[in-house]
C-alpha cells in the first residue's frame, strides 16, 4: 500500500510552511528511520511512497498540531494542497467540469493517490452521492479523512460552498455519503 510521491510532497510542504523549519525537524528526529528520510527527502511525481513509512508522519503532526480523534490537521492540509493543485495542475481540466463528470472520473483522481483499492461510486440522486473505497478493506482513518476533505474542495471548486462529506465504516468498507 502506497500513496503518490506527489501528494505527499505537497503535504511535506505544507506542514513544514505550518508548524515552521524548527518544529518540523524536531518532530522528524523523533520517527524511525523510514519516516525520518521520507520527512528528510522531496519525494518525486513519480514517487510512490510506502504507507508504513507515511502514516507515522501524519500520526505525529496530528498529535502535536492537530486533533488526532477528527485528523483536524490533515484536512486543513487537504484544503490547501488540493486547493493549490486544481489552481495549477488541474485548471483546464477543472474549467468544464461537473459533479456528474467528477462522479465518472472518480477512480482516475483516486489512481493519482493511491495505489490500493478504487473508489467506486455506489448511488447517485438529485444533489448526493454514495462512494466507497473499495478493495481496502478498512483502510486507515487518515486516508478516508483525506478523501472526504478532497471530495468537499471539489465541490467548492465546482461552486458548490454547501457541500458536506460524512464518513462511515459499513462491514470494514470505507463509504462517504456527499451532499451539495
Known amino acids: 500500500m502506497k500513496a503518490s510521491g506527489r501528494m505527499v510532497r505537497s503535504i511535506l510542504r505544507y506542514l513544514r510552511e505550518r508548524v515552521g523549519d524548527a518544529s518540523y525537524e524536531a518532530l522528524a528526529r523523533e520517527l524511525s528511520d523510514g519516516p525520518q528520510k521520507l520527512m528528510a527527502s522531496h519525494p518525486s511525481s513519480t514517487d510512490w511512497i510506502p504507507l508504513d513509512d507515511w502514516l507515522p ?3 505525529l503532526f496530528e498529535r502535536r498540531f492537530g486533533d488526532p480523534a477528527t485528523w483536524q490537521l490533515l484536512r486543513e492540509v487537504t484544503r490547501g494542497t488540493m486547493a493549490v493543485a486544481i489552481a495549477k495542475g488541474w485548471s483546464t481540466f477543472m ?10 472520473r472518480s477512480g482516475t483522481f483516486w489512481s493519482m493517490s493511491y495505489d490500493t483499492g478504487q473508489l467506486v461510486v455506489l448511488a ?5 452521492c454514495r462512494m466507497a473505497i473499495e478493495g481496502w478493506p478498512s483502510p486507515p482513518q487518515p ?5 472526504a ?4 474542495v471539489f465541490l467548492v471548486r465546482l461552486g458548490e460552498r454547501g ?3 460524512r464518513e462511515e465504516s459499513v462491514d470494514g468498507r470505507a463509504e462517504l455519503e456527499i451532499t451539495w
Open 57 to 59: 508522519v501524519l500520526e
Open 95 to 104: 474549467a468544464d467540469i461537473t459533479p456528474e463528470l467528477m462522479l465518472q
Open 124 to 128: 447517485r440522486g438529485p444533489r448526493r
Open 143 to 147: 486516508v478516508v479523512a483525506q478523501v
Open 149 to 152: 476533505e478532497a471530495c468537499v
Open 163 to 165: 457541500g458536506r462529506v
